[in-house]
């Protein structure tokens, strides 16, 4: 009877594990299938190549233009520049934690660095507004305290937890034999990591960085209160201290003032689909490595 009844329990674990599997799938296909249903009618009124070519976001003049390319851009100014500060600070802070610290110091280090994922991105975005920008402004000599390179900052920030935890897990997975080992032909303990344990751990790191990516290209609040929101071209490392516009920012400033079923409400679920596709494609390739032969997994 005991039996029984743990293989009725065994049996519907694993059917609910398959139906959340298989419900999570589905979500996502629905999610791209909304996005195409509503998003392909604008190839009526724009053809794709005007839409990636395009340097004017103008949805509301007459004739309405709806180039993606300064969305584009700006979301990865924004991100690219968030990027350059995440890794370091994010890889930096993982081997510090996996590696340096003492076991007392790892017990509230990784969950602090954590806690920086609860904070709403709003807090985040009131912070960069009032108080971040317009000092940098002032010692920067800047026209206006909203720019891309605060945006990148501030992303920064949201996505080192992510780069940290993930990359914090893929160096204690490497084996402690492979240190050990290492220090017993006389490396030093920074050999050990620099040479042994960082490449041991290379695809779990690469895929923090990629899922980092994934956190500061989706994020969208903060970017919509800092920076500037203007949908211009930025040209070069000049483009870092102008207003640009990002993706997500642009659906979330207008798609609640947009008429349905119109060429600006098509443009706007057309930008969500590029979005997607950028976000999952990411992903994937984060997925990729993390899984491939050879390297350590999480």
């Known amino acids: 009877m005991r039996k029984t009844t743990q293989r009725i329990q065994e049996w519907v674990m694993e059917r609910t ?3 959340a599997g298989i419900a999570a799938i589905v979500f996502v296909l629905l999610i791209f299938g909304f996005l195409l249903r509503d998003s392909l009618p604008l ?14 976001w103008l949805p509301t003049s007459e004739p309405p233009r709806f180039g993606l390319l300064p969305l584009l851009l700006g979301s990865l ?3 690219f520049g968030a990027l ?22 790892r017990e509230w280090l990784k969950p602090a660095v954590e806690l920086l ?36 900052l501030l992303l920064a920030f949201m996505a080192i937890p992510t780069i940290v935890s993930v990359a914090e897990d893929a160096l204690t997975a490497v084996p402690r ?22 490449p041991a751990a290379r695809s779990g790191i690469i895929a923090a960085c990629l899922l ?32 640009v516009r990002t993706m997500t920012a642009t659906i979330a400033a207008e798609m609640g003032e947009t008429a349905y079923h119109t060429p600006h409400y098509y443009a706007l679920f057309m930008v969500g689909l590029l979005l997607f596709g950028i976000t999952l494609v990411t992903n994937m390739i984060a997925d990729v490595i993390v899984h491939r032969a050879g390297g350590v997994k999480l």
Do not use: K
């Open 17 to 19: 594990i398959t139906l």
């Open 43 to 56: 190839l009526h009124t724009a053809s794709p190549a005007a839409l990636l070519t395009d340097t004017r």
């Open 77 to 79: 100014y924004v991100t």
């Open 84 to 105: 350059v500060l995440a890794v370091p600070l994010g890889l930096g802070c993982a081997v510090f934690i996996a590696e340096v610290a003492p076991p007392r110091w």
């Open 117 to 152: 994922a609860a904070v709403p991105s709003v807090v985040f975005g009131f912070v960069g507004m009032l108080m971040v920008g317009p000092w940098l402004a002032e010692r920067l000599q800047l026209p206006i305290g909203q720019f891309a390179a605060l945006g990148s």
């Open 177 to 198: 034999a492979l240190r050990d080992n290492s220090l017993a032909m006389g490396a030093t303990e920074w050999q050990t990591i620099s040479r042994i344990t960082v």
């Open 212 to 243: 980092g990516l994934g956190r500061a290209i989706g994020e969208t609040m903060t970017v919509l209160m800092v920076t500037g929101n203007a949908a211009v071209i930025p040209h070069g490392l000049a483009g870092f201290m102008q207003p």
